[in-house]
Protein backbone atom coordinates (compact mmCIF):
# COMPACT_ATOMS: atom_id res chain seq x y z
CA UNK A 1 0.00 0.00 0.00
CA UNK A 2 1.44 3.08 -0.76
CA UNK A 3 1.92 6.47 1.38
CA UNK A 4 1.99 9.85 1.10
CA UNK A 5 4.58 11.25 3.24
CA UNK A 6 3.17 15.05 4.57
CA UNK A 7 6.06 17.02 5.38
CA UNK A 8 6.17 20.03 8.00
CA UNK A 9 8.61 22.23 8.86
CA UNK A 10 9.34 23.91 12.19
CA UNK A 11 11.60 27.14 12.13
CA UNK A 12 12.48 27.12 15.70
CA UNK A 13 16.08 26.35 14.92
CA UNK A 14 16.33 28.10 11.52
CA UNK A 15 18.70 31.29 12.39
CA UNK A 16 16.69 33.27 9.14
CA UNK A 17 12.90 33.28 8.05
CA UNK A 18 11.71 35.76 10.13
CA UNK A 19 8.30 35.10 8.39
CA UNK A 20 8.39 31.07 8.89
CA UNK A 21 8.95 32.21 12.82
CA UNK A 22 5.87 34.49 12.67
CA UNK A 23 3.73 32.17 10.85
CA UNK A 24 4.76 29.38 13.64
CA UNK A 25 4.42 31.60 16.51
CA UNK A 26 0.58 32.38 15.66
CA UNK A 27 -0.25 28.36 15.32
CA UNK A 28 2.92 26.93 16.71
CA UNK A 29 4.79 24.53 15.83
CA UNK A 30 5.31 24.37 11.78
CA UNK A 31 4.62 26.98 8.76
CA UNK A 32 4.98 24.97 6.23
CA UNK A 33 4.11 22.22 4.48
CA UNK A 34 4.42 19.94 1.32
CA UNK A 35 2.95 16.61 -0.08
CA UNK A 36 5.32 13.95 -1.58
CA UNK A 37 4.56 11.30 -3.53
CA UNK A 38 5.83 7.63 -3.75
CA UNK A 39 8.56 8.87 -7.13
CA UNK A 40 9.35 11.58 -4.44
CA UNK A 41 7.74 14.63 -6.55
CA UNK A 42 6.90 17.03 -3.52
CA UNK A 43 3.79 19.76 -4.48
CA UNK A 44 4.33 22.75 -2.55
CA UNK A 45 3.94 26.42 -2.72
CA UNK A 46 6.18 28.78 -1.53
CA UNK A 47 5.99 33.01 -0.71
CA UNK A 48 6.02 35.18 -4.03
CA UNK A 49 5.45 31.66 -6.71
CA UNK A 50 3.30 29.38 -8.82
CA UNK A 51 2.93 25.72 -7.02
CA UNK A 52 5.65 23.53 -8.27
CA UNK A 53 5.53 19.90 -8.75
CA UNK A 54 9.62 19.06 -8.14
CA UNK A 55 11.64 15.70 -7.30
CA UNK A 56 12.95 16.76 -3.64
CA UNK A 57 14.65 15.53 -0.42
CA UNK A 58 13.63 16.51 2.82
CA UNK A 59 16.95 15.78 4.68
CA UNK A 60 16.46 18.81 7.69
CA UNK A 61 16.33 17.82 11.37
CA UNK A 62 13.27 20.19 11.04
CA UNK A 63 11.25 18.57 9.19
CA UNK A 64 8.46 16.38 10.58
CA UNK A 65 6.87 13.75 8.29
CA UNK A 66 3.40 12.24 8.51
CA UNK A 67 2.70 8.91 6.32
CA UNK A 68 -0.66 9.10 5.37
CA UNK A 69 -1.65 5.30 3.65
CA UNK A 70 -3.44 5.08 0.76
CA UNK A 71 -4.46 3.06 -2.16
CA UNK A 72 -2.55 3.42 -5.38
CA UNK A 73 -5.52 4.91 -7.20
CA UNK A 74 -5.79 7.67 -4.26
CA UNK A 75 -2.33 8.47 -5.14
CA UNK A 76 -3.16 8.97 -8.67
CA UNK A 77 -5.82 11.13 -7.69
CA UNK A 78 -3.67 13.36 -5.79
CA UNK A 79 -0.76 13.43 -8.24
CA UNK A 80 -3.52 14.33 -10.83
CA UNK A 81 -4.74 17.03 -8.48
CA UNK A 82 -0.94 18.03 -7.95
CA UNK A 83 -0.47 18.58 -11.44
CA UNK A 84 -3.63 20.49 -12.46
CA UNK A 85 -2.84 23.51 -9.48
CA UNK A 86 0.52 23.67 -11.44
CA UNK A 87 -0.93 23.66 -14.89
CA UNK A 88 -3.23 26.00 -13.73
CA UNK A 89 -0.31 28.34 -12.47
CA UNK A 90 -1.98 28.58 -8.90
CA UNK A 91 -0.43 31.46 -7.02
CA UNK A 92 0.88 31.70 -3.24
CA UNK A 93 -1.50 34.36 -1.96
CA UNK A 94 0.33 36.10 1.34
CA UNK A 95 -3.57 37.16 2.05
CA UNK A 96 -5.27 33.42 2.08
CA UNK A 97 -2.47 32.32 4.51
CA UNK A 98 -2.63 35.65 6.57
CA UNK A 99 -6.24 35.22 7.18
CA UNK A 100 -6.24 31.15 7.34
CA UNK A 101 -7.13 31.18 10.80
CA UNK A 102 -10.55 33.54 10.47
CA UNK A 103 -12.17 30.38 8.60
CA UNK A 104 -13.83 32.88 6.01
CA UNK A 105 -14.96 32.65 2.60
CA UNK A 106 -14.54 36.62 1.97
CA UNK A 107 -11.43 36.05 0.39
CA UNK A 108 -12.26 32.57 -1.79
CA UNK A 109 -10.06 32.97 -5.62
CA UNK A 110 -9.43 29.26 -6.64
CA UNK A 111 -6.25 31.09 -8.67
CA UNK A 112 -4.42 31.09 -5.01
CA UNK A 113 -3.61 29.25 -2.44
CA UNK A 114 -0.70 28.76 0.30
CA UNK A 115 0.89 25.35 1.43
CA UNK A 116 -1.19 24.18 3.61
CA UNK A 117 -4.80 24.84 1.45
CA UNK A 118 -2.82 23.17 -1.23
CA UNK A 119 -2.25 19.76 0.93
CA UNK A 120 -5.56 20.27 2.01
CA UNK A 121 -7.45 19.95 -1.21
CA UNK A 122 -4.93 17.25 -2.56
CA UNK A 123 -5.89 14.97 0.34
CA UNK A 124 -9.54 16.10 0.18
CA UNK A 125 -9.30 15.58 -4.37
CA UNK A 126 -8.12 11.71 -3.55
CA UNK A 127 -10.45 10.75 -0.90
CA UNK A 128 -7.84 10.80 1.88
CA UNK A 129 -8.40 13.87 3.94
CA UNK A 130 -12.31 14.17 5.90
CA UNK A 131 -14.45 16.94 4.84
CA UNK A 132 -14.96 18.20 8.05
CA UNK A 133 -13.26 21.67 7.53
CA UNK A 134 -12.11 23.97 4.98
CA UNK A 135 -8.79 24.11 3.41
CA UNK A 136 -8.69 27.35 3.38
CA UNK A 137 -9.09 27.66 6.89
CA UNK A 138 -6.01 24.89 7.88
CA UNK A 139 -2.82 26.24 8.82
CA UNK A 140 0.06 24.10 8.95
CA UNK A 141 -0.25 23.04 12.55
CA UNK A 142 -4.01 22.93 12.41
CA UNK A 143 -3.38 20.54 9.25
CA UNK A 144 -0.76 18.38 10.95
CA UNK A 145 -3.33 18.19 14.29
CA UNK A 146 -5.62 16.91 11.71
CA UNK A 147 -3.86 13.91 10.21
CA UNK A 148 -2.81 13.33 13.41
CA UNK A 149 -5.92 12.87 14.54
CA UNK A 150 -6.70 10.41 11.65
CA UNK A 151 -3.84 8.31 13.73
CA UNK A 152 -1.12 8.43 10.56
CA UNK A 153 1.81 7.64 12.13
CA UNK A 154 4.45 10.37 12.38
CA UNK A 155 8.46 9.49 10.94
CA UNK A 156 10.36 12.27 12.13
CA UNK A 157 13.49 13.13 9.82
CA UNK A 158 17.21 13.69 11.40
CA UNK A 159 19.47 14.03 8.58
CA UNK A 160 21.28 16.99 7.97
CA UNK A 161 20.22 19.57 4.96
CA UNK A 162 20.10 23.55 4.36
CA UNK A 163 16.65 24.76 5.59
CA UNK A 164 14.00 26.04 2.39
CA UNK A 165 12.79 29.32 2.62
CA UNK A 166 9.88 30.79 0.76
CA UNK A 167 11.56 31.29 -2.33
CA UNK A 168 12.42 28.26 -5.10
CA UNK A 169 16.15 27.19 -4.94
Not at 58 to 65: G, H
Not at 83 to 105: A, G, N, P
Request: aromatic share 8%; glycine share 4%.
Amino acid sequence: MPNLRVWFYDPTNDDQGVVNKIVARIDPPFCHTEIQFTNNDACSIYMGSEVILRERKFESPNYTCVRVPCSASQETVARAFAKKCVDQKQQFSTLHMSTCMIWTDAFEDTGKTFCSKLVYEILLNAGIMPTTSSGRGVSPSALHRLLIANQAPVVISTQRSVAIGFKIA
